[in-house]
């Protein structure tokens, strides 16, 4: 498991040379297609474009999915037919992915559904 | 949003994206806005362990975090997934959950050391060293 967070690691040492190098005095936006576009050879300025848009909706997404607290069940309306059995399939990866990660307290598990419920 | 966590978020997700393309990590079913989700992730994963460590939460609080990362880590991917269409979301209800397992997979054992009392300090401490080690090179 260390070599795991090593391997990831040597990824990220590389991308913050390349901003202490780079990035500092840009737009950060800027600095991050322009750093795709150096690490990854024969890649067009288009296709770096749309990497970084994306890697940057994701990376959005998730920080308004944090800070407004949203609920699986108001996401899952979008889903239409699937939403619930989706849900279902997604809280059961969540309580096995943290029990995975040792947290197998009911009340934490409790804490989440409760706030779907609450919603 | 913060600045600073902004640019840990590129920086993560940034490294993760070109990882994942080096074929180096990462799982079925990656695409490039799952990707961006796992990288601010991993942001607030190595933050969270990193202040249950210094201190500044308790185990409960830290317990709840890491349930509500993983949340959020959740519904950001079923948005991408939505964007992708309906097809998308039901190919999705029969597939197992790979995104979040991938996206997490580095510190989920380093985690779990430290949630059970860890036994080797080195490994236990990975993850938050890895966090204030980028916060340190990033901002000083």
């Not at chain 2, 990882?19 to 799952?34: E, F, K, L, T, W």
């Amino acid at each position: 498991m260390t070599t795991e967070v090593n391997g990831i690691g040597n990824f990220i040492k590389e991308f913050i040379e390349d901003y202490e190098q780079m990035g500092k005095d840009k737009e950060p936006e800027l600095w991050l297609k322009e750093a795709i576009a150096r690490k990854i050879p024969g890649i067009t300025e288009e296709e770096a474009e749309k990497i970084k848009n994306e890697l940057l909706k994701g990376i959005n997404r998730y920080r308004e999915a944090r800070e407004k607290k949203t609920t699986l069940s108001s996401v899952l309306k979008n889903a239409g037919q699937y939403a619930k059995d989706l849900y279902k399939k997604v809280m059961k990866e969540i309580e096995e992915l943290l029990k995975r990660t040792g947290i197998d307290d009911q009340s934490v598990i409790d804490k989440i559904k409760e706030e779907e419920e609450n919603e | 949003m913060n600045k600073d966590k902004n640019i840990l978020d590129m920086v993560n997700a940034g490294a993760y994206y070109i990882a994942n393309r080096a074929g180096a990590y990462g799982g079925p079913d990656m695409n490039v806005a799952d990707i961006g989700v796992g990288g601010a992730t991993q942001t607030d994963l190595f933050e969270t362990e990193s202040m249950y460590k210094d201190g500044k939460i308790n185990q409960q609080q830290y317990k709840n975090e890491v349930a509500s990362i993983y949340k959020a880590s959740a519904v950001a991917i079923i948005r991408n997934l939505i964007d992708k269409g309906i097809d998308a979301v039901a190919n999705f209800v029969t597939m197992k959950f790979p995104v979040i397992a991938a996206v997490v997979a580095p510190v989920v054992n380093v985690v779990k050391s430290f949630v059970y009392g860890a036994v080797e300090k080195k490994v236990v401490n990975t993850a938050s060293r890895v966090f204030k080690w980028i916060k340190e090179k990033l901002f000083g």
